[in-house]
Every structure is written in C-alpha cells, then in structure tokens.
C-alpha cells in the first residue's frame, strides 16, 4: 500500500534548523510531488510548498520562502523539509503528503499523509 | 492569495443526524476543491476531490457539491467515526490555502 513514513520528533532552540524526512513506498516516487504542510498546536492547516521528484523543481509558499528547501533522494525515495532559523512560531506538527492529479479532475490532492512530525522550538 | 473560509467553524450533532459543512473562496476557483477530515492526533484523511468526488473507501454518507467560489460537505446519518474535524482546501492556484476547519462535536 502506499505510504509516507517521516521521522521522529525534534525540539530545536530558536535560530536553529531542522531537517524533518519522508519515506514513500508503495508507488514509483518519481512520478508524484511530495507536499509540506504544517500544523502549529491547536490550529489549522499551513500549506509550505512542495517539490517534483522527477526533476527537483520546487514551489515554496511566501511566509517560508529563504528559509526553507526540500529536497528528494531518489535513490531511496526519501523527501525532506529543512527549515533554518527557527523561530517559537515554527511550533507544529510537520505532514508530508503525496501530491495526486488527475486530468479533468481539479488540481490535484494531497494522500496519502505522512503520520506527522512534531518540531518545537524552545529555549 | 485565495482565502478560504469554513462555517460553521464547530457544531454538535447527534449520531444519525445529517450535517452540512460550507466552504466559501475569496475568488472563483471552479471545481477546485478538496475536502479533508482530521482526527485529533491523526493526519488529514482525504474524503473529496474536485468539488464532488468521492475518493475510494470514503462511505457514500459524504457527500460534496458547489462550484465557483460556494461549497458544501454533507454528511448523512452520522456515524461516531465520523466526529472529527474537517477542512477544505482549494487546488486552482498556489498558495494552496485551507479552511481554518470546522469541528463536528457529539450533542
């Protein structure tokens, strides 16, 4: 079956980074992008960008761009999401999501997700 | 960026009740929309793709409908698994851009 699998949680002091990893199987990893969306406590859903496997192009939301880069290694169908001087409010649980379009049917969604990985920042 | 705005954002419903959610964008986005439920401590579960339908799995209970910048997610007799909070999102430009969600609560 398909699945993303990501690593485990981290706590990071503010200025610090954070690289979060997910693991896909159950599918040819190139052919779908992989999507970060984020979680603070007790709030919604925070999209942060994603990135094509197949070639690496990326596409960052604002709020984060310059201090994020996710990455792929094909070679173990892996994706991973560095965000650098973290700040209190990058407080969340981290999601990866596999990114699933269809012709005719929209712009695509995100399944299935990663089980999350919660990042706190604290000093 | 396209806003997207939930209402209401919690109710309380009882089992076999039927539930209707709205989703509204701040622009047109067609058919452009994705419905999402989260358990609490659990990632989003997708339910609904492209306004109305329904992905493999999902219990023919759900159900969704709209276009345009106006959408609904309806939910049939509920069911206890079907507590839970659920969140739009739209797909026609990126950012892609959530509903801040809507908590559906046991009466």
């Known amino acids: 079956q398909v699945q993303l699998v990501q690593s485990g949680a981290e706590v990071r002091e503010p200025g610090a980074s954070v690289k979060v990893s997910c693991k896909a199987s159950?599918?040819?990893?190139?052919?779908?992008?992989i999507t970060w969306v984020r979680q603070a406590p007790g709030q919604g859903l925070e999209w942060m960008g994603w990135?094509?496997?197949?070639?690496?192009?990326?596409n960052y939301a604002q709020k984060v761009q310059g201090r994020v880069t996710m990455t792929t290694d094909t070679s173990t169908s892996t994706a991973y999401m560095e965000l650098r001087s973290l700040r209190s409010d990058d407080t969340a649980v981290y999601y990866c999501?596999?990114?699933?379009?269809?012709?005719?049917?929209?712009?695509?969604?995100?399944?299935?997700w990663g089980q999350g990985t919660l990042v706190t920042v604290s000093s | 960026d396209i806003q997207m705005t939930q209402s209401p954002s919690s109710l309380s419903a009882s089992v076999g009740d039927r539930v209707t959610i709205t989703c509204r964008a701040s622009?047109?986005?067609?058919?452009?929309l994705n419905w999402y439920q989260q358990k609490p401590g659990k990632a989003p579960k997708f339910l609904i793709y492209?306004?109305?339908n329904l992905q493999s799995g999902v219990p023919s209970r759900f159900s969704g409908s709209g276009s345009g910048t106006d959408f609904t997610l309806t939910i049939s007799n509920l069911q206890p698994e079907d507590f839970a909070t659920y969140y739009c999102?739209?797909?026609?430009?990126?950012?892609?851009?959530f509903g801040q969600g809507t908590k559906v609560e046991i009466k």
């Open positions: 159950g599918y040819t990893f190139i052919s779908y992008d």
């Open positions: 622009q047109s986005i067609s058919s452009h």
């Open positions: 492209a306004a109305s």
């Open positions: 999102q739209q797909s026609y430009s990126t950012p892609r851009t």
């Open positions: 999501a596999r990114v699933v379009v269809a012709v005719g049917a929209g712009g695509g969604w995100f399944d299935p």
């Open positions: 990135i094509s496997p197949y070639n690496g192009n990326t």
